[in-house]
Each structure stands twice: as structure tokens, then as C-alpha cells.
Nanobody, 124 residues
């Protein structure tokens, strides 16, 4: 059984940083692509970042490019999302996800397994 546990969210001020983590069990993070999505209040879920199964290819949503970085630790079977220079519009519930693909997909429907989500709130 595949299980993803998100953590690391919190309340921060604009300009500060947070690092989210996603601990995966039931499959290895180096076997499939991993993604981070977010869902702001009253809006649809959107793609934030993804990393391919090799770890060599990453992709980012336009609104987070240059501020966020996705990485993983194969020994801990964990994926991270480093978020710098946070803005109030980054406020959302953040989810990690994985699915059957080896390369990153931006479409949430491509992902089969999801974490429970972690709340990130950025105050101005």
C-alpha cells in the first residue's frame, strides 16, 4: 500500500521560507515521478513542482519559478519542497503526489496517490 505523508506547513510572513516534506512508503521515490500541488481557498488544485524518477529533471509552475525548489532524499524516501520568498498568494493547502509515470506531469489527474495535505499561510 502506497502512503504519502506531507508535513512542514505553517504560518509565516511574506518574504520568509518554509520547507515541506513528503515521506513515502510502499514505493521508492526513485522509481516514479513525484509532484507537489496546491489548492488555494476557493480555487482549483494547481501544479507547483515535479521531479522525474531519475531526479535529473524538474519542472515548476510559472508562479513559483526561481523561488521554489523540489528535491528528494532517496535514502529517506522523502521528497522536499523548499519555498523561499513566500508571498500571500502562496497561501494554500499543499499536497505531494505520485503516480504511474516516470516523467513529470502537470495534470493532477495523472497522479494516483496523494498526501493528506499541509496548510501554508503567508501573511502580508
Amino acid at each position: 500500500q502506497v502512503k504519502l505523508v506531507d508535513a512542514g506547513g505553517g504560518l509565516v510572513q511574506a518574504g520568509e521560507s518554509l520547507r515541506l516534506s513528503c515521506v513515502v512508503s510502499g514505493r521508492t521515490v526513485s522509481s516514479y515521478a513525484m509532484g507537489w500541488f496546491r489548492q488555494p481557498p476557493g480555487k482549483e488544485r494547481e501544479f507547483v513542482a515535479g521531479i522525474s524518477y531519475t531526479g535529473r529533471n524538474t519542472d515548476y509552475g510559472d508562479s513559483v519559478k526561481g523561488r521554489f525548489a523540489i528535491s528528494r532524499d532517496d535514502a529517506k524516501n522523502t521528497v522536499y519542497l523548499q519555498m523561499n520568498n513566500l508571498k500571500p498568494e502562496d497561501t494554500a493547502v499543499y499536497y505531494c503526489a505520485t503516480g504511474p509515470y516516470s516523467s513529470v506531469r502537470r495534470w493532477s489527474g495523472a497522479y494516483t496517490y496523494w498526501g493528506q495535505g499541509t496548510q501554508v499561510t503567508v501573511s502580508s
